[in-house]
């Protein structure tokens, strides 16, 4: 008699990983449900116009180069999944300067921030922001404390280069009584855990 | 020459792998609740709205959500921490979601100026005088290094995948180093315990320190100054 | 003196102030006698993070973990302490010292809703740096001193002289008022993506008396003068006990600011021509001003500051970055980094001996 061991498959193939790319195993339910959208024909062509779908229900696989038999297909198409984004990036900004600041006084102008280096790091700075540059639905965060993001740089456009200066604030959603909570609670802890002598 | 000075693009994507409800997540919905401008929601460019799929993009980040999977993208730098914000802010407001993995992941794209250099780097990250007596000119076509166990202790990964570029970059060299900073719950956990946006936290600056690093540090290896 | 991190005898006293510029804190770190050290507040190099007090005990080869007896964090401003956390998780039998809070669990609450903050990049540097020290304590188990007036803090004996330090403020009546700050911070807490910007922090801070064998120090840290005399300098002047002598040695307050200035300290607290040490302040007004400094060279010929006063200049950046930033018309100014070190080391056993002074990085001798 042949002894069997289980053993426990690699994690590699027991984990779902999350990378960028997507996960190329469909299910035929999902891809059933994708199949009766009816979409509009322009949003899903990539820059060849070619039109790009599933070969039958069976494959979900793709490859940037695989195109479809439409034939017996209704007139309407699927999104498309690839391995690799076969989507061109027309708008990047890559290898600007950032910073993270918050506001330290509000003068009638302009408001003065300190400022932490995120590219660089090292040493922090200060200056100064005019209101008339603060997008008007960011004008509500115009508090002291307040924290924003500020960056320089060099944007490209659909292949046009663009010298940009963005300010943004921060948005975050506000406390609930679970943030409360959790706080006070760590609170209590160290109120009976601190020996204060 | 330093191997960021070919850098031309950078995407950053956040992963969260768990049970989602995609349709809760619109324009919208986002901006009623400040996560975003409502200018911005007013101007977003939905694909589709439905039950299992959401897909969406705004001037700066792009959102896809299945049941099992949500993914903010963006390729704009002064966006990724705004990014980050959001995806926190989402499952800050829906904080019943298991999240049970979250994936910080960093594309890079170099485009290296001729093809000698671009043959070169391939092969000397993997020798490719091993396969010459059984392939014809063999070159890298893709190579995956992986950190099984994470350095800082948490459970997780940590993958360096390198290959061609698919975007066409200023020279026809290009190469996309694609870095997934992958993070889990421990084996059992149900992830409602927002382990995962803690991380999403604490982890960001270390994640974007360590991904801006290792490219430089191999190419300075390889191609010694 | 010629600077040397060879360590201190035994019984040679040292009080040494370091300083950063003005805006990445300060620090002072003080020989008892027999290897035993006490480090007040704390300060970082900006550029690798590391606690600056901790590299200068680790030059001279101080062994930190046993040695260090005491961090006393004379008051709780951004800034004041980056690194302490750092430098209470290597000394692991130092004990900490704060100002007295009365209602603790109000203080614990406040420094735990920051810490919440922490997610979001708002809050400020000091709360993650309290609330990792609370974490360290807690996990030791070891006492948090409370500062108030004329309280003994450490006291050791060092071969028949007792060297011991001694906070004489904050006073009563500025810790009721911290409590009252401090509710008033919790109901205006704010949201998570905004950082809490204190109002009167130096109110609290921790003023030192330092006895060593038959000499006296006085370190100001940043206590103002006020025309209430129930805090500030006219109310260490008229209310506390612990002062038996006038100080040799005295650590300039608030950087040299003229409201941190009054001539009855230098006439009642201090001896004639005393050792004087100061660190400056480069941020939006530089602290001291020509005139307090003209001023503070009446009352001694031995006045040294850890760094000059900095022209604010932009930092240096690729071209074309600076050309867009310095289009937007910005003025932007690095809050620069300049490291500066007064060693002052003197035999306490000898009640005639003087302070000898050894100067570091960009400490100068201001007369």
């Given amino acids: 008699m042949i002894e069997t061991t289980s053993y426990d498959p690699h994690w590699i193939l027991d984990n779902p990983f999350s990378d960028v790319n997507y996960n190329k195993q469909y299910s035929s339910h999902l891809i059933n449900i994708f199949n009766t959208q009816i979409l509009n024909r322009n949003q899903f062509s990539n820059e060849e116009d070619s039109l790009l779908g599933f070969k039958d229900e069976e494959d979900s696989q793709f490859d940037i180069q695989n195109k479809a038999d439409f034939s017996s297909y209704p007139d309407y198409f699927l999104p498309k999944f690839s391995e690799f984004s076969s989507h061109k990036i027309r708008n990047y900004i890559a290898n600007s300067q950032k910073w993270v600041g918050y506001i330290t006084e509000l003068n009638k102008d302009f408001y003065t921030a300190r400022l932490e280096d995120i590219t660089h790091g090292g040493t922090y700075e200060v200056g100064d922001f005019f209101y008339d540059e603060v997008s008007k639905e960011d004008r509500e965060y115009l508090k002291l404390g307040a924290i924003f993001y500020w960056s320089v740089g060099h944007s490209v456009r659909n292949g046009q280069v663009i010298k940009e200066s963005i300010v943004r604030f921060q948005r975050l959603p506000k406390w609930t009584e679970d943030d409360y909570n959790e706080a006070l609670d760590r609170a209590n802890d160290l109120n009976q855990t601190l020996k204060w002598d | ?225 | 003196m010629n600077p040397s991190f060879d360590p201190p005898e035994s019984n040679t006293a040292e009080i040494s102030v370091l300083g950063t510029g003005g805006g990445y804190g300060e620090c002072s770190i003080i020989h008892l006698g027999n290897n035993s050290w006490v480090v007040v507040d704390s300060c970082i190099d900006p550029l690798t993070h590391s606690s600056l007090p901790l590299n200068y005990l680790k030059k001279m080869h101080v062994d930190v973990a046993n040695d260090v007896k005491l961090i006393i964090c004379t008051h709780w401003h951004d800034d004041h302490i980056l690194g302490i956390s750092e430098l209470l998780e290597n000394c692991k039998n130092a004990k900490l010292s704060l100002a007295k809070t009365t209602d603790r669990v109000k203080f614990l609450s406040f420094v735990s809703l920051d810490f919440q903050k922490l997610r979001s990049e708002a809050t400020a540097s000091s709360t993650f740096e309290i609330n990792r020290c609370f974490d360290i304590l807690k996990s030791r188990q070891q006492d948090i001193i409370s500062a108030v007036q004329d309280r003994l803090l450490i006291s050791l004996d060092q071969g028949g002289n007792r060297n011991e330090i001694i906070s004489l403020s904050p006073s009563d009546y500025i810790i009721s008022e911290f409590d009252k700050e401090i509710s008033t911070l919790i109901t205006e807490f704010g949201d998570p993506n905004q950082k809490i910007v204190f109002q009167t922090p130096n109110t609290k801070s921790i003023v030192l008396f330092l006895k060593l064998g038959n000499h006296r120090a006085i370190l100001g840290a940043d206590l103002e003068v006020t025309e209430d005399i129930r805090h500030g300098w006219l109310n260490i002047i008229n209310s506390c006990q612990s002062i038996d002598k006038k100080a040799s040695h005295f650590k300039v307050p608030h950087h040299g600011s003229e409201n941190g200035y009054h001539s009855k300290i230098w006439i009642e607290l201090l001896k004639e021509n005393p050792l004087s040490t100061l660190t400056p302040w480069n941020r939006n007004n530089k602290l001291p001003t020509p005139d307090m400094l003209k001023q503070l060279i009446t009352h001694t010929d031995r006045l040294f500051m850890t760094s000059k006063l900095l022209k604010d200049k932009p930092k240096d950046r690729k071209k074309e970055i600076e050309k867009i930033i310095s289009r937007q018309k910005r003025n932007l100014r690095e809050d620069r980094y300049h490291f500066g070190l007064i060693q002052s080391r003197i035999d306490f056993c000898d009640p005639n001996a003087e302070w000898e002074v050894a100067l570091f990085g960009n400490a100068f001798h201001v007369n």
């Fill in chain 2, 1 to 225: 020459m330093l191997f960021k000075e070919s850098l031309q693009i950078k995407t950053m994507s956040i992963v969260l792998i768990g049970d989602f409800n995609p349709v809760i997540i619109q324009p919208f919905w986002l901006a009623s609740r400040k996560l975003i401008r409502e200018q911005e929601a007013q101007n977003a460019h939905v694909e589709i709205i439905h039950n299992e799929l959401v897909k969406f993009e705004l001037d700066w980040v792009s959102i896809e959500i299945t049941k099992s999977r949500f993914e903010a993208k963006s390729s704009q730098e002064p966006y990724f921490e705004p990014m980050r914000d959001l995806c926190i802010g989402i499952y800050e407001l829906l904080r019943e979601t298991p999240i049970k993995s979250l994936g910080i992941n960093h594309l890079l794209y170099y485009a290296i100026a001729d093809e000698k250099q671009f043959y070169e780097f391939g092969n000397r990250l993997t020798p490719l005088n091993n396969w010459d007596e059984y392939l014809t000119s063999p070159k890298v076509s893709q190579l995956e290094i992986i950190e099984e166990k994470r350095r800082d202790g948490q459970n997780g990964a940590y993958r360096v995948r390198i290959q061609p570029s698919d975007q066409p970059l200023s020279t026809p060299y290009g190469i996309l180093i694609n870095i997934n900073d992958h993070f889990a719950v421990d084996k059992g956990e149900s992830g409602r315990n927002r382990e995962m946006i803690s991380i999403l936290k604490g982890a960001w600056t270390e994640s974007v320190k360590r991904a801006n690093e290792i490219p430089e540090k191999i190419y300075n290896k390889i191609f010694p100054q």
